[in-house]
C-alpha cells in the first residue's frame, strides 16, 4: 500500500520531483478529460494499464521510483496552506436558495420539453438547437405535471467561480458565526488562499457557499437550471466536462427528473425538472389522505394531509452532477447542494406541540423551515496544486483523495453554538473517501436519520459507522453539557492509504495524537460554545421517530442479484453510451460489465416488490452502492438480519459493500416510471464504469418497453434502441 500525499516534512528535493511529475501529466489529463484522446489511446501509448492505473513512469507518476531515494514512491506533492492555521475562520451556513413564483420563470414550464430553436455555439458545430435540453416528446414528459403542478420555482445557474454578493444563510450572523451576509463572500477555501478560478470551480450560481434548497410536501418544486459554463470544452482548467445533468439525490419523481446520466444537456441550455414531493404510495395507501401524520406543514403552523404512506416521509437530500462518465469530476469542481424536505413529522419548528410533529432542534419563529438550530454540513476532502487552485488527478481509478478537509467548502472552521440541542444534517459529499465521525471528547450524541430519512428509533452513540460516500447522518448534538467557552470538535476516525476504501479507523486517542499518515484524519471542525441560548429549548429526541412500512401483506415479484466487480467486459460499442473502465457489474451471475448507458440491465415491473442482493466481488474494496428513485429496506447483512446495525433498520438509498461482503434489500417500484441508474458511489469507481441501468417501463403509456434511449446532441436530442438487453431483466 503507498501513501496518496508525501508528508509535508519530504525533502524539498523529493516535493519538487513530485511537482515536476504532476506539471508533466498536466496536458495528457487535460486531453482525456476534454474527449480529445481516450483511455484506449492511454492503454497503446503505455501510459495506463488496462485496469486503469497510471504505469510508473519516472517524471511522468507520482509512484514512480525517486531518484533522491530508489524504490520509495514519491507520492503527490501536498496541498500548500500558504501559512493558513487549521479553525481560523467561521463556518459558513449554506446559502438558501430563493422561492420564487412560478409566474416568475420565462418561458412558463411545459409538460414536454420546450423545444423552441436558439443558435448553437460554433463550439458545439453551430446551426440551432432547442432551449431545453430535456428530451423531447411524452416518454419525457413530466410525469403527474397536471395533477400536481409546479408552485413554487427554483431557478439555478451552473457557473464558473464568481464573487457572491447575495448570500443568504436564512439565519441572522449571531446564528451563522458572526459572519456578515451583506459582505461578498469571495470563492475561496480560505480568506488566505487563493480565490479558485472560474474554470476550476463550479458550482450553483457560480459561488460560495454551497446552496440549499427548502422544500415541504404538497408543494412541487420547479427546478430549473441553467447551464452557463464556456462552450469551449478545454475551458475546463484540466478536469470536468461542461455537459451536465443534475440528480435530485433519491427523490421520488418520475425518471424524466432524476438526473439520469445520459440525459445531459449543454451550454447555452436549461433543464426544467418538476420535483413533485409526494409520499410513495399516494396511488395504493391513504389514498383519501385522512392521516395527519402523511401531510406538510402549512403557513398557520398547521398540516395540510397529503395521500401515501407517512412511514415514507423524507427528510434530508442533496443534489449533484450525474454526467455519464465525468460525475466524480464535476462533483468535485462544485456541483453539489443540499435539499431539506420539511413534513408533518419533521416540522422544522420544534415548539408545535400537535401530537404530530417530532420537534426535533430547528427553531420557532416560522411555522417551517427554521435552520436557527438544523444545520447542513457538507464534509469533502479536497486538494489543490501550488498555485491554490483545486487540483484532480483522474489517472487513479481506485479512487482520488484529498490531503485538505473542507465542511461547506471551508477549510477546517470552527462554528458557534449556544448550548442546548443542535440537529447537524451531514452529507459525505467526497468522491471516494469515507469518514468515520466523532467527537474530541468521546461524549454520546443521537444518530436520528440515515440518508434521506429518520430511523424508526434514535440510536445513542459516541461514534458512528463508517460514513460512505453520498450517506447523510442527521445526529443532535446537546451542547449544554458543556461551559461557555469551552470548545470541542468533530473528528474523522477512517484513515486512508488509497482511494479503494479506509485503510482502519483509529482510535479516538490514535487520531488525535496528530501521527497518521493521513492528512483527512483528526480534528476537523470546531464547536465553540459562546452563549447560553436567548430562549429555553423546546427541543426533542423523541423515542419513537419514523417506523419502517409494513410489506407483510405485499408480495415478492421477483429476486436478483447483482455483484459488483473489477476486470469488466463491455459487449456494445455504441459510441456514446459506451464506456470502457476497469470496473462493472455482473447481473444474475451473468458476465461483468462497464457501463453502458443504453443497456437495460433489470425491468422491475410496476406495481411489484423485489428482493435484490449486492454483492462485493472482493479485492479489497469497498463499494457504497446507490440505486435511485426507490428506497429499501436492508433484510441482511452477509446472509444475516442479526449483521444488520441499528443504524441501517431504517430506509436507505446507499448500501455501504464491505469488502468481501454482500447486502440484501427489498424494494417497490410504484408511482413513476422510467429509466433509473445502479452504481457505485465512490464516484471515481462509477465513472470508470460501474454503473447500469434499470427501468420501469410498463406503467401504461406512454411508456414503451423497452424505453428508448436519448442521444444528446446541441443541435437536439434523439432517440436510438438499447444497444443490449440482460436475458433476466424483464421477468
Given at each position: 500500500?503507498?501513501?496518496?500525499?508525501?508528508s509535508?516534512?519530504?525533502?524539498?528535493?523529493?516535493?519538487?520531483?513530485a511537482?515536476?511529475?504532476r506539471?508533466n501529466r498536466?496536458?495528457?489529463?487535460?486531453?482525456y478529460?476534454?474527449?480529445?484522446?481516450?483511455r484506449?489511446?492511454?492503454i497503446?501509448?503505455?501510459?495506463?494499464?488496462?485496469?486503469?492505473?497510471?504505469?510508473?513512469?519516472?517524471g511522468l507518476?507520482?509512484?514512480a521510483?525517486?531518484?533522491?531515494?530508489?524504490?520509495?514512491?514519491?507520492?503527490?506533492p501536498?496541498?500548500p496552506l500558504?501559512?493558513?492555521?487549521?479553525?481560523?475562520?467561521?463556518m459558513p451556513?449554506?446559502?438558501?436558495?430563493?422561492?420564487n413564483?412560478?409566474?416568475?420563470l420565462?418561458?412558463?414550464?411545459?409538460?414536454?420539453?420546450?423545444?423552441?430553436?436558439q443558435?448553437?455555439?460554433?463550439?458545439l458545430?453551430?446551426?440551432?438547437?432547442?432551449?431545453?435540453?430535456r428530451?423531447?416528446?411524452?416518454?419525457?414528459a413530466?410525469?403527474?405535471?397536471?395533477?400536481?403542478?409546479?408552485?413554487v420555482a427554483?431557478?439555478?445557474?451552473?457557473?464558473?467561480?464568481?464573487t457572491?454578493?447575495?448570500?443568504?444563510?436564512?439565519?441572522?450572523?449571531?446564528?451563522?458565526?458572526?459572519?456578515?451576509?451583506?459582505?461578498?463572500?469571495?470563492?475561496?477555501f480560505?480568506?488566505?488562499l487563493?480565490n479558485?478560478?472560474?474554470?476550476?470551480?463550479?458550482?450553483?450560481?457560480?459561488?460560495?457557499?454551497?446552496k440549499?434548497?427548502?422544500?415541504?410536501?404538497?408543494?412541487p418544486i420547479?427546478f430549473?437550471?441553467?447551464?452557463?459554463?464556456?462552450?469551449?470544452?478545454?475551458?475546463?482548467?484540466g478536469f470536468?466536462?461542461?455537459t451536465?445533468?443534475?440528480?435530485?439525490?433519491?427523490?421520488?419523481?418520475?425518471?424524466?427528473?432524476?438526473g439520469?446520466?445520459?440525459a445531459?444537456?449543454?451550454?447555452?441550455?436549461f433543464?426544467?425538472?418538476?420535483?413533485?414531493?409526494?409520499?410513495?404510495?399516494l396511488?395504493?395507501?391513504?389514498?383519501?389522505?385522512?392521516?395527519?401524520?402523511?401531510?406538510?406543514?402549512?403557513?398557520a403552523?398547521?398540516?395540510?394531509?397529503v395521500p401515501?404512506?407517512?412511514?415514507?416521509?423524507m427528510s434530508?437530500?442533496?443534489f449533484?452532477?450525474?454526467?455519464?462518465?465525468?460525475?466524480?469530476q464535476?462533483v468535485?469542481?462544485?456541483?453539489?447542494?443540499?435539499f431539506?424536505?420539511?413534513?408533518?413529522?419533521?416540522r422544522?419548528?420544534?415548539?408545535?406541540?400537535?401530537?404530530?410533529n417530532?420537534?426535533l432542534?430547528?427553531?420557532?419563529a416560522k411555522?417551517?423551515?427554521?435552520?436557527?438550530?438544523?444545520v447542513?454540513l457538507?464534509?469533502?476532502d479536497?486538494?489543490?496544486?501550488?498555485?491554490?487552485q483545486?487540483?484532480?488527478?483522474?489517472?487513479n481509478?481506485?479512487?482520488?483523495?484529498?490531503d485538505?478537509?473542507?465542511?461547506?467548502?471551508?477549510?477546517?472552521?470552527?462554528f458557534?453554538v449556544?448550548?442546548?440541542?443542535?440537529?447537524?444534517r451531514?452529507?459525505?459529499?467526497?468522491?471516494s473517501?469515507?469518514?468515520?465521525?466523532?467527537?474530541?471528547?468521546g461524549?454520546?450524541?443521537?444518530?436520528?436519520?440515515?440518508?434521506?430519512?429518520?430511523l424508526?428509533n434514535?440510536v445513542?452513540?459516541?461514534?458512528?459507522?463508517?460514513?460512505?460516500?453520498?450517506?447523510?447522518?442527521?445526529?443532535?448534538?446537546?451542547?449544554?453539557?458543556?461551559?461557555?467557552?469551552?470548545?470541542?470538535?468533530?473528528?474523522?476516525?477512517?484513515?486512508?492509504?488509497?482511494?479503494?476504501?479506509?485503510?482502519q479507523?483509529?482510535?479516538?486517542n490514535?487520531?488525535l495524537?496528530?501521527?497518521?499518515?493521513?492528512?483527512?484524519?483528526?480534528k476537523?471542525l470546531e464547536?465553540?460554545i459562546?452563549?447560553?441560548?436567548?430562549q429555553?429549548?423546546?427541543?426533542?429526541?423523541?423515542a419513537?421517530l419514523?417506523?419502517n412500512?409494513?410489506?407483510t401483506?405485499?408480495?415478492?415479484a421477483?429476486?436478483?442479484v447483482f455483484?459488483?466487480?473489477?476486470?469488466a467486459?463491455?459487449?456494445?460499442?455504441?459510441?456514446?453510451?459506451t464506456?470502457?473502465?476497469?470496473?462493472?457489474i455482473?447481473?444474475d451471475?451473468?458476465?461483468?460489465?462497464?457501463?453502458?448507458?443504453?443497456?437495460i440491465?433489470a425491468g422491475?415491473?410496476?406495481?411489484?416488490?423485489?428482493?435484490?442482493?449486492?454483492?462485493?466481488?472482493?479485492?479489497g474494496?469497498d463499494?457504497p452502492?446507490?440505486?435511485?428513485?426507490?428506497?429499501?429496506q436492508?433484510?441482511a447483512?452477509?446472509?444475516?438480519?442479526?449483521?444488520?446495525?441499528?443504524?441501517?433498520r431504517g430506509?436507505k438509498?446507499?448500501?455501504?459493500l464491505h469488502?468481501g461482503?454482500?447486502?440484501?434489500?427489498?424494494?417497490?417500484?410504484r408511482?413513476?416510471?422510467?429509466m433509473?441508474?445502479?452504481?457505485?458511489?465512490?464516484?471515481?469507481?462509477?465513472?470508470?464504469?460501474?454503473?447500469?441501468?434499470?427501468?420501469i417501463?410498463?406503467?401504461?403509456?406512454?411508456f414503451l418497453?423497452?424505453l428508448?434511449?436519448?442521444?444528446?446532441?446541441p443541435?437536439?436530442?434523439t432517440?436510438?434502441?438499447?444497444?443490449?438487453?440482460?436475458p433476466?431483466?424483464?421477468r
Amino acid at each position: 500500500m503507498r501513501s496518496v500525499y508525501l508528508s509535508p516534512k519530504a525533502s524539498r528535493a523529493r516535493l519538487r520531483e513530485a511537482e515536476n511529475a504532476r506539471n508533466n501529466r498536466r496536458e495528457i489529463v487535460k486531453a482525456y478529460s476534454t474527449g480529445q484522446i481516450s483511455r484506449r489511446d492511454l492503454i497503446r501509448w503505455g501510459v495506463i494499464t488496462a485496469g486503469g492505473l497510471l504505469l510508473p513512469i519516472n517524471g511522468l507518476s507520482p509512484f514512480a521510483s525517486s531518484v533522491y531515494a530508489d524504490g520509495i514512491p514519491t507520492g503527490a506533492p501536498p496541498s500548500p496552506l500558504f501559512g493558513v492555521q487549521p479553525f481560523t475562520q467561521p463556518m459558513p451556513r449554506f446559502d438558501v436558495l430563493p422561492r420564487n413564483a412560478v409566474a416568475t420563470l420565462n418561458p412558463a414550464p411545459t409538460r414536454e420539453a420546450n423545444t423552441t430553436q436558439q443558435p448553437v455555439p460554433p463550439e458545439l458545430g453551430g446551426g440551432f438547437g432547442p432551449i431545453e435540453g430535456r428530451p423531447p416528446g411524452p416518454i419525457w414528459a413530466h410525469q403527474l405535471f397536471d395533477q400536481f403542478p409546479p408552485r413554487v420555482a427554483i431557478d439555478v445557474t451552473q457557473e464558473g467561480a464568481k464573487t457572491n454578493n447575495v448570500y443568504n444563510p436564512g439565519v441572522p450572523s449571531s446564528l451563522n458565526s458572526g459572519i456578515n451576509a451583506s459582505s461578498s463572500f469571495p470563492c475561496r477555501f480560505h480568506p488566505n488562499l487563493p480565490n479558485q478560478r472560474p474554470d476550476k470551480l463550479w458550482t450553483f450560481m457560480g459561488t460560495l457557499p454551497p446552496k440549499l434548497m427548502i422544500g415541504r410536501y404538497a408543494e412541487p418544486i420547479l427546478f430549473r437550471h441553467h447551464n452557463r459554463l464556456s462552450a469551449d470544452v478545454t475551458n475546463n482548467g484540466g478536469f470536468g466536462r461542461h455537459t451536465i445533468t443534475t440528480h435530485e439525490h433519491n427523490g421520488h419523481h418520475g425518471a424524466e427528473n432524476d438526473g439520469f446520466t445520459g440525459a445531459y444537456f449543454f451550454p447555452g441550455e436549461f433543464y426544467d425538472y418538476h420535483y413533485p414531493i409526494l409520499l410513495a404510495g399516494l396511488r395504493s395507501i391513504n389514498t383519501a389522505a385522512t392521516d395527519p401524520r402523511a401531510g406538510s406543514p402549512n403557513d398557520a403552523g398547521g398540516i395540510t394531509n397529503v395521500p401515501g404512506d407517512w412511514r415514507e416521509t423524507m427528510s434530508t437530500h442533496w443534489f449533484h452532477d450525474h454526467m455519464f462518465s465525468f460525475t466524480a469530476q464535476n462533483v468535485y469542481k462544485g456541483m453539489a447542494g443540499m435539499f431539506n424536505i420539511y413534513s408533518a413529522l419533521d416540522r422544522g419548528n420544534e415548539a408545535i406541540n400537535d401530537g404530530v410533529n417530532l420537534r426535533l432542534p430547528s427553531g420557532t419563529a416560522k411555522s417551517f423551515g427554521n435552520l436557527d438550530y438544523d444545520v447542513n454540513l457538507m464534509l469533502a476532502d479536497k486538494a489543490w496544486d501550488q498555485n491554490g487552485q483545486l487540483f484532480f488527478d483522474i489517472f487513479n481509478f481506485d479512487g482520488f483523495l484529498g490531503d485538505a478537509m473542507t465542511v461547506n467548502l471551508a477549510y477546517k472552521p470552527f462554528f458557534q453554538v449556544e448550548r442546548r440541542k443542535y440537529r447537524f444534517r451531514i452529507l459525505n459529499g467526497a468522491v471516494s473517501r469515507f469518514f468515520k465521525l466523532t467527537l474530541s471528547d468521546g461524549s454520546p450524541f443521537f444518530q436520528i436519520a440515515n440518508d434521506g430519512n429518520l430511523l424508526p428509533n434514535p440510536v445513542l452513540l459516541t461514534e458512528t459507522d463508517e460514513m460512505g460516500i453520498a450517506e447523510r447522518y442527521d445526529i443532535v448534538i446537546d451542547f449544554s453539557r458543556y461551559a461557555v467557552g469551552q470548545k470541542v470538535w468533530m473528528v474523522n476516525l477512517t484513515e486512508h492509504e488509497d482511494g479503494r476504501g479506509p485503510k482502519q479507523d483509529l482510535t479516538l486517542n490514535e487520531a488525535l495524537a496528530g501521527q497518521s499518515s493521513d492528512p483527512c484524519v483528526g480534528k476537523f471542525l470546531e464547536f465553540d460554545i459562546v452563549r447560553d441560548p436567548a430562549q429555553p429549548d423546546v427541543s426533542q429526541v423523541p423515542a419513537v421517530l419514523i417506523p419502517n412500512p409494513d410489506l407483510t401483506n405485499v408480495p415478492v415479484a421477483a429476486e436478483r442479484v447483482f455483484e459488483f466487480n473489477r476486470g469488466a467486459g463491455q459487449t456494445t460499442n455504441d459510441p456514446v453510451t459506451t464506456f470502457f473502465g476497469p470496473w462493472g457489474i455482473a447481473t444474475d451471475g451473468g458476465e461483468t460489465l462497464a457501463a453502458d448507458f443504453g443497456r437495460i440491465s433489470a425491468g422491475p415491473r410496476f406495481g411489484t416488490r423485489e428482493i435484490w442482493t449486492l454483492k462485493n466481488g472482493g479485492g479489497g474494496w469497498d463499494h457504497p452502492i446507490h440505486i435511485h428513485f426507490e428506497e429499501g429496506q436492508i433484510l441482511a447483512r452477509d446472509g444475516s438480519a442479526a449483521n444488520v446495525p441499528a443504524a441501517e433498520r431504517g430506509r436507505k438509498d446507499v448500501y455501504r459493500l464491505h469488502p468481501g461482503g454482500t447486502v440484501t434489500i427489498t424494494m417497490q417500484f410504484r408511482d413513476f416510471g422510467g429509466m433509473f441508474m445502479e452504481h457505485c458511489h465512490n464516484t471515481v469507481h462509477e465513472d470508470n464504469a460501474m454503473l447500469l441501468r434499470w427501468e420501469i417501463d410498463d406503467s401504461g403509456p406512454p411508456f414503451l418497453r423497452p424505453l428508448p434511449t436519448p442521444i444528446p446532441r446541441p443541435q437536439g436530442v434523439t432517440f436510438e434502441d438499447p444497444t443490449e438487453i440482460l436475458p433476466t431483466a424483464f421477468r
